[in-house]
Structure formats: C-alpha cells, structure tokens
C-alpha cells in the first residue's frame, strides 16, 4: 500500500470514529421511545363486531369466546398453574366417552375426514358435511407431501404407542375436548363444540391407530 492510501485509510477511519461518536453523544441527548399502550378489549371486541356485522345471527353468537376462551385470552394462553388444572378439570366434564366402549372406527372413513377442510365457512351450505381438516396442523401419513407443523408429526401415532389401550382413550379425548388434556390448547375442541360427530372422531381414532391404516405404515 502507498503512503498516500495509508494516510488516505487513516483518515476515513478517524471520520468514521468522530461521526460515530457525535451519533452516539446525539442518541444521548434524545428522549427513550414511548412504549405504545395496549389495545385495550373494548377495541378488539367492537373490530370482531365489525368485522361479522353483516353476517347472519348464527355467525354473530360464533365470535363470542366461552369461559375457557376468554381465560386462555386473558393470560395469553399461559395461565398460572393452579387456573390451569382448574381449566383442564372443568373442561374434562365436558368430555363425553362413547357409550359402547368403541373408540374406533374405519380408518378410510377416518382417512376422509382428516384431509377434509370443509365445514364451518361462509361458503359452504346447510348440508355441507364438517371434517377435521388435520393435515392443517399436522402429518399423518408418512407419504403426505402437504401438511401443516403447526402441531406435531402423528406418523405411526399408533405404533410408536404399541396401539395401548389408554393411550387410545386419552387420544380420544384430546380430539373430543383438547383442553381437557393441555390447558388452552391450540387444537380445535371437536366434540366438545359439536363440530364432529361421535361416530367421526372414531373413525379418525381408527385413521391414527389402525394397525392397518396408512398412519402406522
């Protein structure tokens, strides 16, 4: 390097140190950001309002949260856990076990129901039948190229649970009610919430621990 690149290096970086240091001195002298005030629920709740306005009163009653949901709200879904446990016991009243003692059903049918998005929409009419749309939130079978990662990988969900008999029951009911098993979780309450039917929740049972189903496979 040339002496007059060294001089010519020497000076940009004395430049650069002083505008530093006159930007910082500056930063000083500045007051702290404001922190912005929450948005207070009244707000939130008038926008939910807003934005259903115009639908029909059966749409107006879905936007109202139930106890469970305006707790799980209130904390953002990370409730102290005493509320939790008090949470997950009253949600468990809710659950409803088949009265024959069957928690399967037919994994095709269950295979149906899973990759079905319908039900529930604007869109869709009066005779539209509800599915669960699990590939949302979630691969089933190994070979699905599609799926969502919201929730957690439920390929061999059977197999790698050896098909044990509690652990059908508990899967059972963490389909029929979710916060029954885990205090404000993400996943839709189906039969809770009369969203599947009974007899659809086993057949999805079936699609997860068949031993023949493509789940397990």
């Not at 707790?71 to 009265?99: D, F, G, Q, T, W």
């Not at 990988?153 to 916060?179: C, F, M, V, W």
Request: with cysteine; net charge neutral.
């Amino acid at each position: 390097m040339t002496f007059a690149k060294m001089n010519y290096v020497k000076t940009f970086a004395v430049i650069a140190v002083a505008v530093a240091g006159a930007v910082a001195g500056h930063a000083a002298d500045l007051p702290l950001p404001v922190a912005k005030p929450a948005v207070s629920q009244e707000v939130v709740d008038n926008y939910l309002k807003a934005t259903f306005g115009k639908a029909p009163p059966e749409w107006q009653a879905k936007i109202v949260p139930d106890e469970a949901m305006k707790l799980c709200s209130s904390y953002r879904n990370e409730p102290p856990p005493a509320l939790a446990e008090k949470l997950i016991a009253e949600e468990s009243n809710r659950v409803v076990l088949p009265a024959d003692g069957q928690f399967l059903g037919d994994w095709k049918s269950g295979a149906k129901i899973a990759n079905n998005g319908r039900g529930g929409q604007f869109s869709d009419d009066a005779g539209t039948v509800n599915g669960g749309n699990c590939y949302a939130c979630h691969q089933m079978e190994q070979s699905e190229v599609s799926f969502g990662t919201l929730g957690p990988s439920l390929t061999h969900y059977g197999k790698d649970r050896h098909y044990d008999p509690a652990e059908i029951k508990r899967a059972y009911i963490k389909i029929y009610n979710s916060q029954a098993v885990v205090a404000c979780s993400n996943m839709p309450r189906f039969g809770a919430n009369k969203f599947l039917t009974e007899q659809q929740i086993k057949d999805v049972m079936a699609f997860l621990f068949d031993p023949q189903s493509p789940v397990n496979k």
